[in-house]
């Protein structure tokens, strides 16, 4: 792996963990990431990263700090129940805006964010065939979430996501 995708990956840790901070949730790193290692977890996004770092963003939460997550985002007060109809979007948004604060550190490089894929599911992995992704795990009080980058080595499929229920 190249430096410039380690740093990129640094400067997302950092953005995930103060974007979750900001909406008034404590985040810890998980000790237990080697257990969690190619699981996702309910809510998932995909970004995929292109021009002077090639590869993809996987942002994951647990189903009920994607609730909190929605609750805390939107300006409005919101029940439970209306948060799970938001929750989808907020994942989304949350990536982009975590990726968006990534790259603003990064410079003047030409780096560039595709529209987030978002998918639910529940006990799905990922398998790569470019190099081995780069993860971060985090536990909240309400649950956990990854941030995750996949270098892409050569142009080929970055991932495949795999329900395995």
């Known amino acids: 792996m190249r430096q410039k995708e380690a740093d990129f990956f640094s400067e997302l840790t950092i953005s995930a963990e103060n974007n979750i901070t900001q909406l008034g ?11 969690r290692e190619g699981n996702l977890d309910d809510y998932t996004s995909f970004i995929q990263v292109s021009g002077a770092i090639q590869g993809g963003v996987i942002f994951t939460v647990e189903a009920e700090l994607a609730l909190l997550l929605a609750q805390s985002y939107l300006l409005d007060p919101v029940t439970p129940d209306e948060a799970k109809t938001y929750a989808v979007e907020v994942v989304a948004e949350l990536s982009n805006v975590i990726c968006g604060n990534a790259i603003t550190e990064r410079g003047p490089h030409p780096i560039y964010l595709g529209n987030p894929l978002i998918f639910v599911a529940q006990q799905a ?23 995750m980058f996949i270098p892409m080595d050569q142009e080929s499929e970055l991932a495949t996501i795999l329900n395995v229920q």
């Open 25 to 35: 949730i404590t985040a810890k790193l998980s000790p237990q990431a080697s257990t």
């Open 125 to 147: 992995e990922i398998r790569t065939r470019s190099a081995q992704p780069l993860a971060q795990y985090y536990d909240t009080d309400n649950g956990s979430f990854q941030i």
